[in-house]
C-alpha cells in the first residue's frame, strides 16, 4: 500500500494549528468542501493536505502495528467506489483499478478493537493474498481467524500462515424467495459456522465486530456514504483518507467500551494523546510511541 501513497508534494501555507482543526473535522465524517466551508479555508487547500497526512499516517502504522499478540481477527471487504459507479466508467477506463467498484479490505482484533491491517484493492484471489500475506507479517503468535464465506480467502490464509492458525469461515444463509434490494441482501436465515483450519473455539467464530466497523467506517468517512457525491474521485486520496482515518480510530479516538485507545488496549502505546497534540505529531514526527 505504501507505494500507492507516495507523494511528493510541500504544504507550507499552514500552520499546526490549521491543520490540526481541518483534521478534526475530516475525522468526523465531513466531505472535503464541507471542511474547508467549516475551517473558512480553499477547497484545495484541504485537497493538497490529505496526500501529507496519509502518507505520514500509513507510514507509522505500517511501523507501529509489528509483533502484534492479539488472539482473535475477524477479517471483511466493504464495497465503495471510485471516479464513478462500475455501470457509468467510460469505456477506455473500464478494467483499470481506481475507476468503479473498489474493495477495502479490512482485519480487526475481536478482543482490542485494534485494526492492525486495511488494504484497497479488488474483490479477488490476488488481493485477499497481499491482504492476508500483511495480516500474517504483523502477528507474533498463533490466532483465531474468522471470516465470511468469500473462498478466496481460502488459499490466501493456507499460504500465509500455513497450519499455524486457528481459521473459521462464518457462512451466512439468506432466504432465496425474497428479492434482493439495490442495498440491502435478502433476509438472514442464519449463520453456519465451519471450521477450515486448526482448532477454531465455536464460540469466537463471528464476524460481528468487524461488519461493525463496516458502519465506523461509513459513518467516519464521508467518501464512503452510500448516495453521495462526496465519493472519491482518485484512488489515491481515497488510500489517504483511509489512513488517516484508522490512525485516528487506532490511536485518539477513545473505544467507548475499552474507555482507552484500540492501540493502548493491544500494548501498541501506553500514551493517549490529546487531538490536537497527537494530530501535530503525525504531521511533524514519524517516530514510534
Not at 499460504?159 to 462464518?170: H, N, P, S, T
Request: net charge positive.
Amino acid at each position: 500500500m505504501l507505494e500507492l501513497l507516495k507523494y511528493n508534494g510541500v504544504m507550507n501555507t499552514l500552520n499546526n494549528k490549521q491543520r490540526a482543526q481541518l483534521i478534526a473535522v475530516l475525522v468526523e465524517g465531513n466531505s472535503l468542501r464541507a471542511t474547508a466551508r467549516i475551517c473558512d479555508v480553499a477547497f484545495n487547500t484541504v485537497l493538497k493536505l490529505i496526500p501529507q497526512i496519509g502518507t505520514v499516517c500509513a507510514e507509522y502504522q505500517d511501523k507501529a502495528f509489528r509483533n502484534l499478540k492479539c488472539k482473535r481477527i475477524q477479517c471483511d471487504e466493504i464495497w465503495s467506489f471510485c471516479y464513478a459507479k462500475q455501470k457509468n466508467v467510460p469505456e477506455d477506463k473500464r478494467g483499470l483499478f481506481g475507476y468503479g467498484d473498489v474493495w477495502t479490505w479490512v482485519a480487526m482484533d475481536a478482543e482490542t478493537k485494534l485494526v492492525p491491517s486495511f488494504m484497497v484493492g479488488n474483490r479477488d484471489a490476488q488481493s485477499a493474498k497481499m491482504f492476508i500475506d500483511d495480516l500474517a507479517s504483523r502477528i507474533a503468535n498463533r490466532v483465531q481467524l474468522t471470516t465470511d464465506g468469500n473462498k478466496v480467502y481460502l488459499e490466501a490464509v493456507e499460504g500465509a500462515f500455513g497450519c499455524e492458525v486457528d481459521y473459521a469461515m462464518l457462512i451466512k444463509m439468506y432466504e432465496s424467495s425474497q428479492e434482493v434490494t439495490r442495498y440491502s441482501p435478502a433476509r438472514c436465515t442464519g449463520c453456519k459456522g465451519t471450521p477450515i483450519t486448526g482448532n477454531p473455539e465455536f464460540k469466537y467464530i463471528s464476524t460481528s465486530y468487524i461488519e461493525r466497523q463496516n458502519l465506523t467506517m461509513r459513518m467516519g468517512m464521508r467518501r464512503f456514504t452510500r448516495l453521495t457525491n462526496a465519493f472519491s474521485k482518485k484512488i489515491e486520496n481515497h488510500a489517504f483518507h483511509l489512513a488517516l482515518h484508522y490512525m485516528y480510530y487506532n490511536f485518539v479516538r477513545i473505544h467507548k467500551t475499552l474507555r482507552m485507545t484500540p492501540a493502548m488496549k493491544a500494548g501498541v502505546t501506553i500514551i493517549f494523546g490529546r487531538l490536537k497534540r497527537s494530530r501535530g505529531s503525525w504531521i511533524q514526527n514519524e517516530s514510534l510511541p
